[in-house]
């Protein structure tokens, strides 16, 4: 089985990791089936993690056919919001493992497996400190009957090492373990390939660089997203960007992939709607799958995407993250697990199923099987629908109190906000960039995040994907003191996201210095 892992899509600036709360996202594919006279359904399995609504804490997961199998085993009670995930998947005649990482009691993220829902502890090197944290679980494989496992340590190791059938293994060449991004990986018979770690057009295999053909040269940015072999073909999707340079001032950045080394444009993006980002490659026969994420060129909406022989087909379309994270294809059926409008969603030929509370998509693969769900799903996951109706209610109570609040403003898209100071000049437009100081908070008190180095921070409506901000950030002017306090539905809505509960109203203070010119 052959399988590559997707590579984080998000490349934002200062504080789109705040406000977006998104993370890396990996992805998994397998050799296409051949094609079969048998009545065995296909079924679909993604890995990531699921959220309980009841603790308002994401567990590892997969989803088998849209149902979600929590993996549980192994971990230990605690306090914190992310518990595990469930990072890679793989499945081996009737067996199903799921390598990713569990928290220990305090927050150390730790490598781990499971196979077949048992939970599996990993024997990870001990670092030049005498400890193993943190550490984690990238990817898991098997091919020719031997399991590769993809581990990662935070900086602390000098050589790269992986496991091969639970022994620790290194290149036949002393490679630095800075140098692999392990987190998009293939192996093909006995060869391992893995993607360069640095802002480079490369990938590693047995330890030896590869360097990627790079038409414009001298980009700003450029990512490997996922690695598929082929026969002795092997194909690199990525993208790159090229900042506003000369006259016309205009961003450039680009979808794409390469065919033994050489480069494939998929798509050009220019100007605010530039963006265009491949997640994860699959090879069937003769035909080359991409999916990634587009921008509408009229109207910004972001948009789930995949390429087929270099043309683009759309899923879906949406104000707010919406992207194809993995893709695989099974005789004439293509499978693309991303996102839409936050919720995260896999789709079969174009029809959508919902993941009900996936907080994260990590990988995907497909297999001939019974279409069965593990007994144990049902013990596993809590009966959310109550908890919603609470959270919704306790949501429109506090938007009701604080509308009564002297100097609250409201404007006609029902965001809230009260002005200490006015400030001077014009109001911020939409492109331009105005530095801040900032506290992120939930009503209840819990800060989600926060800078406060005078004159430091950047905000531009342009850079937040949620209706609130882009509408916040307009509001305000130079030298001014602000509190935004934004409704559910101008944010993550009824679903949330990733770790962000359903119905979750968001507070933002700000103090804003200049806007920049």
């Known amino acids: 089985m052959k399988k590559p892992i997707l590579h984080t899509l998000r490349c934002c600036a200062l504080l789109s990791f705040l406000f977006s709360f ?47 199998v929590v993996l549980k085993q192994g971990q230990g009670p605690t306090q914190f919001s992310t518990v595990s995930l469930g990072r890679s998947i793989v499945i081996n005649n009737n067996d199903i493992y799921v390598a990713g990482n569990i928290l220990d009691a305090d927050g150390h993220s730790l490598a781990a497996y499971w196979e077949n829902e048992q939970f599996q502890p990993i024997p990870i090197k001990i670092d030049q400190y005498g400890n193993k944290q943190t550490s984690y679980l990238n990817g898991i494989d098997i091919s020719n009957g031997n399991i590769f496992m993809f ?75 996922s690695i598929f072999v082929s026969g002795n073909d ?37 100007g605010r709607y530039a963006t265009r980002l491949t997640s994860s490659i699959f090879v069937s026969g003769d035909d080359v799958y991409v999916a990634g994420m587009s921008r509408d060129p009229n109207t910004g909406e972001s948009m789930a995407v995949y390429w087929k022989n270099g043309q683009e087909v759309v899923l879906a379309k949406g104000p707010t993250f919406t992207q194809a994270l993995a893709i695989a294809v099974s005789g004439s059926d293509v499978y693309v697990a991303g996102e839409n409008s936050n919720r995260k969603v896999y789709w079969k030929n174009g029809q959508e199923t919902n993941l009900t509370d996936c907080a994260e998509i990590s990988s995907m693969v497909v297999s001939k099987g019974s279409g069965n769900v593990p007994n144990s799903t049902l013990n596993n996951v809590s009966a959310n629908n109550t908890s919603d109706l609470i959270l919704k ?57 926060h800078y406060r180095g005078g004159n430091g921070g950047n905000m531009s409506a342009s850079t937040f994907i949620t209706k609130g901000m882009q509408e916040a950030v307009q509001l305000m002017r130079a030298r001014g003191v602000y509190r935004f306090i934004i409704p559910y539905n101008l944010v993550y809505g009824k679903e949330g996201a990733k770790d962000i509960p359903p119905y979750q109203v968001f507070i933002y203070d700000v103090e804003t210095f200049e806007i920049e010119k």
Do not use: C
């Open 22 to 68: 998104v993370s890396y996202a990996q992805n998994d594919k397998t050799n296409a089936p051949k094609s079969s006279s048998s009545i065995s359904q296909t079924d679909v399995y993604i890995a990531g993690s699921w959220y309980d609504r009841k603790t308002g804490q994401t567990f590892a997961a997969y989803y088998k056919n849209g149902k979600p």
């Open 151 to 225: 581990p990662y340590q935070s900086g602390t190791l000098n050589e790269y090492y992986y496991f091969k059938n639970g022994q620790e293994t290194n290149f036949p060449n002393e490679v630095p373990s800075s140098v692999i991004n392990d987190r998009v990986h293939f192996v093909s018979g006995n060869d391992v390939y893995v993607a360069n770690a640095t802002d480079e057009a490369a990938y590693w295999k047995n330890g030896a660089k590869v360097t990627l053909d790079n038409t414009l040269h001298h980009p700003n940015s450029v990512q490997v997203s």
């Open 234 to 270: 092997v194909y690199v999707s990525g993208y790159k960007s090229y900042a506003s340079k000369g006259a016309d001032n205009t961003n450039k950045q680009m979808a794409l992939y390469w065919k033994n080394g050489q480069e494939i444009i998929l798509s050009t993006g220019t």
């Open 393 to 449: 209610e306790k949501a429109d109570q506090y938007l009701a109190q604080m509308r009564k609040v002297p100097g609250i403003i409201e404007t006609p898209s029902g965001l809230l906000y009260q002005v200490f100071r006015e400030g001077a000049g014009p109001k911020v437009t939409f492109d331009q960039r105005i530095a801040v100081n900032y506290r992120i908070s939930f009503p209840d008190g819990i800060e989600r995040g």
